[in-house]
């Protein structure tokens, strides 16, 4: 089985602008989870999505958004960048059978440097 | 609210010489831990997982981690390091019936020298 796989994987912004990432899980998984990467801040975690459903959030703010799609793929965005978004932003799927006991499996993630 | 303390930014161990990875939680309720290692420019793989069944876990490489409740501790060990080893390991603890929301330790850089 293919893992999961995130585009792009190198992404360089402006301040201001907006930026799209693509997240593929694992085929048969049906959740998929961001976290967001940086040196000062650690992992954090952004949002989990369930059969096209936000389920749980993290504490940032809305300029950070995502969605779901039928076929388990998942996109998040975020608007007007400022330069504490560079970061590292990682995928994570799991078959949701026990939900908190799952593994998550990580994808390569996407990092995203703002200018 | 739950949280997971890893203690040491840096751990330096000689090929061959124990590997401690130290990791206190805090939770309101039984907690599940996990022990994730991340090697550069990738991205995270699960070590091992408790979840509240053999407080002696097993998981690959080599590595086990002995949750210990009185202890609110879940340390990572491994007998004998290996250069292969080198990388970082995050604690973190899964919390919610409805879904995951992992909450990750600030992780601990494993250096091996030979």
């Known amino acids: 089985k293919a893992g999961v796989t995130q585009t792009p994987r190198y992404l360089i912004k402006t301040r201001g602008q907006q930026v799209t990432l693509s997240c593929s899980p694992i085929s048969g998984h049906r959740s998929v989870s961001w976290y967001q990467q940086t040196p000062g801040q650690g992992l954090q975690f952004l949002f989990e999505?369930?059969?096209?459903?936000?389920?749980n959030k993290g504490n940032f703010p809305g300029r950070f958004s995502g969605r779901q799609f039928s076929n388990s793929r998942s996109e998040m965005n975020v608007s007007t960048l400022e330069l504490g978004d560079s970061a590292l932003y990682l995928c994570?799927?799991?078959?949701?059978?026990?939900?908190?006991?799952?593994?998550?499996?990580f994808g390569p993630g996407t990092r995203l440097t703002v200018l | 609210a739950q949280s997971v303390t890893q203690l040491g930014s840096h751990v330096s161990v000689s090929e061959g010489a124990l590997v401690l990875l130290r990791c206190n939680y805090s939770?309101?309720?039984?907690?599940?831990l996990f022990w994730y290692v991340q090697y550069p420019n990738q991205g995270l793989q699960l070590l091992l997982k408790?979840?509240?069944?053999?407080?002696l876990v097993k998981g690959i490489n080599g590595f086990e981690a002995e949750f210990k409740k009185s202890e609110t501790s879940f340390h990572l060990t491994k007998p004998s390091a290996h250069m292969s080893d080198a990388a970082e390991y995050f604690c973190?603890?899964?919390?919610?019936?409805?879904?995951?929301?992992?909450?990750f330790g600030a992780g601990t850089r494993l250096f091996v020298k030979a």
């Open positions: 939770s309101s309720v039984p907690p599940y």
């Open positions: 973190a603890v899964s919390v919610g019936t409805g879904g995951f929301k992992t909450i």
């Open positions: 994570a799927s799991s078959l949701e059978v026990a939900a908190s006991t799952d593994t998550q499996y």
């Open positions: 408790y979840t509240s069944a053999a407080t």
């Open positions: 999505y369930f059969s096209e459903t936000q389920r």
